[in-house]
């Protein structure tokens, strides 16, 4: 059965480093999201990408934030600069044509720390 | 953001008895709802899912129910298993000006233990 994958499963960076975060959506999609889980709290939404170009983001996805789909598989999520307040899981999803009217599956997620 | 509530933070049933998972939600706009179930350390697995047009929706062992004058749906899971042990998440996707958006809202989750 296809599945959404991420890598790196954990990733420990220090605070104001760079990091990417790399997702590969179910070959057929053609919606992707990130979103996030600080430990202890709720699944919030990053931002999702359609057709090339961000379709809609939250207010978390600020400056620091960007996403890029290099080429027809990765989809991928850099942090500029981490704060410590970035460490969270963070979660890739992928959807089908119906977008926000289908179901979104998600990959196992990568472990960001922030030291 | 409190627009999807998951009031009870944890349930535990006996093996073979009836787990009700219950959501709550405050925007009358969301026409579509999805449950997940989550394990440690792995993502969110999609569940089950409803529209507005129906009241309920049933795939095997769950099914699903809506009720929207009270904005309220809840997860019938029969019977439970051990395996059913996990984070279950309702959420619904915010609405757009032509249909729904991808932005799925969470609620926080209710921890079902199912006990052999």
């Known amino acids: 059965e296809p599945e959404v994958t991420q890598t790196p499963s954990h990733q420990v960076t220090q605070m104001g480093q760079e990091v990417i975060l790399r997702c590969v959506p179910i070959s057929n999609h053609l919606y992707f999201y990130w979103y996030r889980q600080i430990l202890g709290q709720k699944v919030e939404f990053l931002v999702s990408f359609y057709n090339n170009e961000i379709s809609e983001k939250s207010e978390i996805f600020d400056d620091q934030f960007s996403v890029e789909r290099p080429d027809g598989s990765n989809f991928t999520l850099k942090i500029r600069s981490t704060k410590l307040e970035d460490s969270a899981m963070y979660f890739c999803a992928s959807s089908g044509p119906g977008g926000g009217d289908n179901e979104q599956f998600f990959g196992p997620g990568t472990r960001l720390t922030v030291l | 953001d409190q627009q999807v509530k998951q009031n009870s933070p944890s349930l535990s049933v006996q093996e073979g008895r009836i787990s009700i998972l219950n959501c709550d939600y405050t925007?009358?706009?969301?026409?579509?709802f999805l449950w997940y179930k989550k394990y440690p350390a792995e993502g969110p697995t999609f569940l089950i899912s409803i529209s507005s047009i129906k009241d309920k929706n049933e795939d095997g062992r769950f099914t699903v129910f809506l009720n929207k004058s009270a904005k309220h749906l809840s997860l019938h899971i029969v019977p439970s298993q051990p395996g059913d042990s996990a984070v279950y998440f309702c959420a619904a996707p915010t609405p757009g000006g032509s249909g729904n958006t991808g932005k799925l809202i969470f609620g926080q989750g209710t921890t079902l233990q199912v006990k052999p």
């Open positions: 925007n009358s706009m969301f026409d579509y």
